[in-house]
């Protein structure tokens, strides 16, 4: 949080993008496929990353739909000021991560 309000004061031109997906998607994956997805601590309740940021004063979006992403990047990009993108990503252990294999 300290971070936003630094880029703020001094209006540094970064552009934020975060991954938002409610869970420890690395560690859910690896539990999914070696724990026979007995999931531990790894779940959690959506953070409105954009609205935390715009109360700091950041210009912020929040993209649920992938075609809106280039656009979005664009838009941030282009603003002067900091910006954050909160980007709502589907959860990482829906995909075909090979974490388990990774981690030994």
């Given at each position: ?15 934020i ?9 690395w ?27 715009a ?25 002067d ?22 981690m030994?």
């Amino acid at each position: 949080m300290g971070e936003l309000e630094t880029v703020v004061r001094k209006q540094i031109p970064l552009a934020i993008i975060v991954f938002s997906n409610a869970a420890y998607g690395w560690i859910k994956a690896s539990q999914k496929t070696g724990y026979d997805a007995r999931y531990f601590s790894v779940d959690f309740s959506r953070t409105d990353h954009a609205r935390i940021a715009a109360a700091y004063g950041l210009k912020t979006w929040t993209v649920e739909d992938p075609s809106e992403i280039e656009a979005v990047v664009r838009a941030a990009v282009a603003h002067d000021g900091p910006t954050l993108i909160d980007v709502i990503s589907q959860p990482l252990e829906e995909t075909a991560v090979p974490v388990s294999q990774w981690m030994g």
